[in-house]
């Protein structure tokens, strides 16, 4: 499947293969012009973004409308690879909104530091970084909840935070102008922890 925004208030859902239209996402009443979207990983899920910072998410199995997520603002979103979790922010707030997506239950997490500026999961879905306005990445462990590790990672914003793919390394990128690397806690380290672990330096 392949998405185009074809106006400002809906996207066309093309089978790019065979070259025809699927679907045409709309938000009827009122109207709501689309400032972002995207397919969960698994493809079961797609989700549009509003200019009034809520999110819809659709089934793409029929496209039927399945969640309006409305206890935002959001600006930004991440899927976790297996598709079980959403995580949304707005880069005014120190706050995450975490969506489990089979029981279609929200919650939210505090950011750990200042507003949010990037989000990201780890490979196995089991960690969520967030990135602060105030130069901190603060790592959750999402089955206790808890947030595990600080990293004091750049002076001010943190622009970008990517796993690596076998989730050893976590790479970030800050308003300072530099890209580091930093060890990442292993599975048995996150889920044995029941304090946070100890901060590494990052390599430039």
Avoid at 60 to 83: K, M, N, V
Wanted: aromatic fraction near 10%.
């Amino acid at each position: 499947m392949l998405a185009i925004q074809s106006d400002t208030n809906a996207v066309a859902i093309w089978n790019w293969v065979e070259g025809r239209q699927i679907k045409i996402l709309r938000e009827e009443v009122p109207p709501k012009r689309i400032v972002s979207y995207s397919f969960s990983p698994n493809g079961r899920t797609f989700l549009t973004r509003y200019e009034d910072q809520t999110m819809r998410l659709w089934e793409t199995a029929g496209w039927i409308q399945r969640d309006l997520l409305t206890a935002g603002p959001y600006e930004l979103h991440a899927f976790s690879l297996d598709s079980r979790w959403l995580a949304a922010g707005h880069r005014g707030f120190a706050k995450v909104s975490l969506w489990d997506m089979p029981s279609h239950t929200l919650e939210e997490l505090p950011s750990g530091s200042g507003p949010v500026d990037c989000l990201a999961f780890s490979p196995e879905g089991r960690t969520l970084a967030v990135g602060t306005r105030d130069g901190w990445v603060n790592l959750w462990h999402l089955p206790s909840r808890q947030e595990i590790i600080s990293l004091k990672a750049h002076r001010s914003h943190v622009w970008r935070a990517v796993f690596s793919p076998d989730g050893r390394i976590l790479a970030t990128a800050g308003s300072d102008g530099t890209l580091r690397l930093w060890p990442a806690p292993t599975l048995a380290e996150t889920d044995a922890s029941t304090g946070r672990l100890e901060a590494q330096e990052g390599r430039r």
